[in-house]
């Protein structure tokens, strides 16, 4: 691994753990109040929300699990940098071509999915890079 630090790489997966739970979060409290979720033409029902939530809380299990059992760290790596840049992307887009967005029955606006963009791309990046780095080395020499 060309990490070095295991003590790096357990802060990492520990943070992309945290990193899902603002999305699981918004899930579960969305099902708390029966308040709107609202992506484009998409009305999340309580059941995509439920789905979402075991989802995201498979997300956050891969990567607990990651920090102290190697095999699995490239998988959570590579799945969290697939899932931010997805959901990153998607607030790009939205800026590019706005669509509706609404969160607890309120629009997101296009200074939440600038943010949003700012902060999910940059850690998805890091998530790819760290999984790359993380792969067994196949070939010797």
Not at 33 to 61: C, E, K, N, R
Not at 86 to 108: C, D, I, K, N, Q
Not at 112 to 137: C, H, M, N, Q, W
Request: glycine letters at 8%; aromatic letters at 14%; proline letters at 4%.
């Amino acid at each position: 691994m060309v990490i070095k630090s295991q003590a790096l790489v357990r802060i990492f997966f520990g943070l992309a753990a945290c990193s899902w739970m603002p999305h699981w979060a918004c899930h579960y409290y969305r099902l708390e109040t029966q308040s709107a979720f609202v992506v484009g033409s998409w009305t999340f029902s309580p059941f995509d929300s439920g789905v979402s939530l075991l989802i995201y809380s498979a997300l956050i299990a891969l990567n607990l699990l990651a920090i102290s059992a190697e095999r699995y760290r490239v998988m959570a790596a590579a799945v969290t940098g697939l899932g931010h840049l997805a959901l990153g992307s998607l607030h790009v887009y939205r800026l590019l071509r706005p669509f509706r967005f609404e969160v607890f029955g309120y629009p997101w606006s296009a200074g939440a999915s600038l943010r949003e963009a700012l902060i999910v791309v940059p850690f998805g990046v890091l998530s790819l890079f760290v999984a790359i780095t993380a792969r067994p080395k196949i070939f010797h020499g």
